[in-house]
């Protein structure tokens, strides 16, 4: 069974840079995982913020960006903004299915 | 604009089978992957399978054996079904569209409980 590993928890100041990292226990995450990321605060449903590694919808604030990072998915986040604190979440494309990452919680203090 | 619309039953006893379906509004049923993501109290998500117009599916290898995913495309649904449920599949359900995760559906919580 593929594992995707979030890191746990982090910290951001107001107004500063944080990036969260999406690994896979099979090895290097690519382009061909077509990683995506979700944002989701308490009691609702997730967002999605990040498709196909660093696209971006309508309603993904600009100061979101994906990229890949040292064999990782990554989500950076700059300028943070109180409302930034949530939950994220990476999801990682295999052969046959799909696979969520253990999810960051992003605190904006 | 597209919009997700999902029901089902709440509650649900033991070795019972779970059944939901998503209706589709505003948009395509074709060219997308249809998909349901579950999300145990407290946890985080878990995707439990996705489903095509055609009716080609693929299913999270830890539920396989009790998932199935059905399209019906004369009424732009699609539907889970969760046989012997147990109270670890207690949890708010969530049908979305593929590629691009948008839209999902507004979430169901289902119950097991004797």
């Known amino acids: 069974q593929v594992v995707v590993t979030q890191e746990p928890s982090l910290t951001v100041s107001p107004g500063g840079t944080v990036t969260l990292t999406c690994g896979s226990s099979?090895?290097?995450?690519?382009?061909?995982?077509?990683p995506y990321w979700f944002q989701q605060k308490p009691g609702q449903a997730p967002r999605t913020l990040i498709y196909d590694t660093s696209n971006k919808h309508s309603w993904t604030p600009a100061r979101f960006s994906g990229s890949l990072l040292g064999g990782k998915a990554a989500l950076t986040l700059s300028s943070a903004q109180p409302e930034d604190e949530a939950e994220y979440y990476c999801?990682?494309?295999?052969?046959?299915?799909?696979?969520f990452g253990t999810g960051t919680k992003v605190s904006v203090l | 604009q597209v919009l997700l619309q999902q029901w089902g039953a709440g509650l649900l006893k033991p070795s019972e089978t779970l059944s939901l379906t998503c209706a589709v509004y505003g948009g395509s049923f074709s060219g997308y992957s249809w998909t349901w993501i579950r999300q145990p109290p407290g946890k985080g998500l878990e995707w439990i399978g996705e489903i095509n117009h055609s009716g080609t599916t693929n299913y999270n290898p830890s539920l396989k054996s009790r998932v199935t995913l059905l399209v019906d495309t004369s009424k732009n649904q699609f539907s889970l079904k969760l046989t012997s449920v147990t109270g670890a599949d207690t949890a708010v359900y969530f049908c979305?569209?593929?590629?691009?995760?948008?839209?999902w559906g507004q979430g169901t919580l289902v119950t097991v409980s004797s």
């Open positions: 099979t090895g290097a995450v690519t382009s061909g995982h077509y």
């Open positions: 999801l990682l494309s295999y052969s046959g299915g799909h696979v």
């Open positions: 979305a569209r593929w590629p691009r995760a948008d839209p």
